[in-house]
């Protein structure tokens, strides 16, 4: 379906759910995002990070850890009670809350009666405007109690972090989950009323071949999953040590895994799902998501591809990150010193970067490339990333139409490649990313 010039993907990239990326923040005064929140209006979005699964998998980088200390998951919540007070009273009167999310980690690996509470928490503190829920969730650890919780909470939207069906997979990357766990997650989501339900699946993992992919796409289907999110793995131990238990030799190479991404393309375009960049599909017709897609409003977040209206996101928790228009702040990364910050009333702020109007620019044309497949570029931007954009034009996966830079249908895998062309952070940046691919 696509062709391949392995000599384009070799150079890693960011996923460019912000711009500038997290790998190029700096130290920031937490005055700056108080700022920030005090200059808020309008409608803004909320994501709550809850960093605690009963399990942790070996591939996984996300700022988690075991829920096996009952005293440290309810200090956190705590903090994090006083943090949702501390960050609402900043904000101006009349900011409204129109989207909420929780995300982890695991946000069931605590309690559904604790989940009710932030629910109740959230309503006290913000003006929430009959905001969209949504929630990540590990099918492992889900009961009918929590599926009862969602259905209190007006939950709507579900991601279910499946990877894959393959057992032998699952036993490499220390994540075991019977089929049986996903079909019943799926039948308690539906009869909470979720509407839509999100499925991760991986490719270029240990031991997994093509026919394994296959395999997991089919059953996604069959479960009628409404959005797919078919990731690459990326093996960086030097980044997340976690991953030294992954048997590195047991990886598909480049070729395999390149022909996994063509595969899941090809398999979720001609049933029935609409694609969303060259890695996410949505339910053509059906899902918001294919209706923004269609519609020209697909944008990125820290979530990934969204339907969100707001250029506004204030992230809750340790490690959450917020974005406003000029400002991107991260909240301090250890637990504990999270805990003991926001346990106090503080902001917790650590990290971030403050968008200059070139960084605004550059971020809307790598936006524009992954969300709509093309861009308008002015002629000096074009001029400074002719030389590294010439392989991708003389090739047909890109082409130029005056300002217009077009991303071609044999070009979707080297998306993201083709963006990091306007990445000005890149060649300053020592930091590996993951495979394009």
């Given at each position: 379906?696509?062709?391949?010039?392995?000599?384009?993907?070799?150079?890693?990239?960011?996923?460019?759910?912000?711009?500038?990326?997290?790998?190029?923040?700096?130290?920031?005064?937490?005055?700056?995002?108080?700022?920030?929140?005090?200059?808020?209006?309008?409608?803004?979005?909320?994501?709550?990070?809850?960093?605690?699964?009963?399990?942790?998998?070996?591939?996984?980088?996300?700022?988690?850890?075991?829920?096996?200390?009952?005293?440290?998951?309810?200090?956190?919540?705590?903090?994090?009670?006083?943090?949702?007070?501390?960050?609402?009273?900043?904000?101006?009167?009349?900011?409204?809350?129109?989207?909420?999310?929780?995300?982890?980690?695991?946000?069931?690996?605590?309690?559904?009666?604790?989940?009710?509470?932030?629910?109740?928490?959230?309503?006290?503190?913000?003006?929430?405007?009959?905001?969209?829920?949504?929630?990540?969730?590990?099918?492992?650890?889900?009961?009918?109690?929590?599926?009862?919780?969602l259905r209190t909470a007006g939950v709507e939207r579900a991601s279910l972090g499946v990877q894959t069906f393959a057992a032998h997979c699952q036993?490499?990357?220390?994540?075991?989950?019977?089929?049986?766990?996903?079909?019943?997650?799926?039948?308690?989501?539906?009869?909470?009323?979720?509407?839509?339900?999100?499925?991760?699946?991986?490719?270029?993992?240990?031991?997994?071949?093509?026919?394994?992919?296959?395999?997991?796409?089919?059953?996604?289907?069959?479960?009628?999953?409404?959005?797919?999110?078919?990731?690459?793995?990326?093996?960086?131990?030097?980044?997340?040590?976690?991953?030294?238990?992954?048997?590195?030799?047991?990886?598909?190479?480049?070729?395999?895994?390149?022909?996994?991404?063509?595969?899941?393309?090809?398999?979720?375009?001609?049933?029935?799902?609409?694609?969303?960049?060259?890695?996410?599909?949505?339910?053509?017709?059906?899902?918001?998501?294919?209706?923004?897609?269609?519609?020209?409003?697909?944008?990125?977040?820290?979530?990934?591809?969204?339907?969100?209206?707001?250029?506004?996101?204030?992230?809750?928790?340790?490690?959450?990150?917020?974005?406003?228009?000029?400002?991107?702040?991260?909240?301090?990364?250890?637990?504990?010193?999270?805990?003991?910050?926001?346990?106090?009333?503080?902001?917790?702020?650590?990290?971030?970067?403050?968008?200059?109007?070139?960084?605004?620019?550059?971020?809307?044309?790598?936006?524009?490339?992954?969300?709509?497949?093309?861009?308008?570029?002015?002629?000096?931007?074009?001029?400074?990333?002719?030389?590294?954009?010439?392989?991708?034009?003389?090739?047909?996966?890109?082409?130029?139409?005056?300002?217009?830079?077009?991303?071609?249908?044999?070009?979707?895998?080297?998306?993201?490649?083709?963006?990091?062309?306007?990445?000005?952070?890149?060649?300053?940046?020592?930091?590996?990313?993951?495979?394009?691919?």
């Amino acid at each position: 379906m696509w062709p391949y010039y392995p000599e384009l993907l070799e150079t890693p990239v960011p996923r460019y759910t912000s711009y500038p990326t997290a790998a190029d923040f700096d130290l920031l005064p937490a005055c700056h995002y108080r700022s920030a929140l005090e200059r808020t209006e309008g409608e803004v979005s909320l994501y709550l990070h809850i960093p605690f699964c009963e399990q942790i998998c070996f591939y996984c980088g996300c700022n988690t850890g075991k829920a096996n200390r009952r005293q440290r998951l309810e200090s956190y919540l705590h903090a994090l009670y006083r943090e949702l007070e501390t960050v609402a009273a900043l904000l101006p009167r009349g900011t409204r809350v129109g989207r909420i999310a929780f995300g982890g980690g695991s946000p069931n690996a605590i309690a559904p009666a604790e989940f009710l509470r932030l629910v109740d928490a959230l309503a006290h503190h913000f003006e929430l405007d009959d905001p969209i829920f949504s929630i990540e969730l590990d099918p492992r650890t889900m009961s009918r109690e929590w599926a009862q919780a969602l259905r209190t909470a007006g939950v709507e939207r579900a991601s279910l972090g499946v990877q894959t069906f393959a057992a032998h997979c699952q036993q490499a990357i220390g994540r075991l989950q019977p089929e049986d766990q996903i079909v019943q997650t799926v039948d308690w989501l539906r009869e909470a009323g979720v509407s839509s339900i999100n499925f991760d699946l991986m490719y270029g993992l240990p031991g997994q071949t093509l026919a394994d992919l296959e395999d997991s796409m089919h059953r996604t289907r069959v479960l009628d999953a409404d959005r797919v999110a078919l990731f690459g793995y990326a093996h960086v131990p030097h980044v997340v040590p976690r991953q030294r238990m992954i048997d590195a030799s047991a990886l598909p190479g480049r070729d395999a895994r390149f022909e996994m991404a063509a595969a899941g393309f090809g398999y979720f375009l001609t049933h029935g799902y609409l694609p969303v960049g060259f890695d996410h599909f949505a339910k053509a017709g059906a899902d918001p998501l294919a209706a923004a897609v269609t519609s020209g409003r697909l944008k990125r977040n820290f979530q990934g591809f969204t339907d969100d209206p707001s250029d506004v996101l204030i992230g809750l928790g340790a490690s959450a990150i917020s974005g406003f228009p000029g400002l991107i702040a991260q909240n301090e990364k250890n637990s504990g010193r999270y805990r003991m910050k926001a346990g106090e009333g503080q902001l917790t702020v650590t990290r971030g970067i403050h968008r200059s109007a070139d960084d605004r620019y550059r971020g809307s044309i790598i936006a524009k490339l992954l969300c709509d497949g093309r861009s308008r570029v002015g002629a000096r931007m074009l001029t400074e990333v002719a030389p590294r954009l010439s392989p991708f034009i003389e090739r047909g996966l890109a082409s130029i139409d005056r300002e217009w830079l077009r991303i071609e249908p044999d070009g979707l895998p080297y998306a993201r490649t083709i963006a990091s062309l306007f990445d000005a952070y890149r060649s300053v940046s020592p930091r590996q990313f993951s495979s394009a691919v």
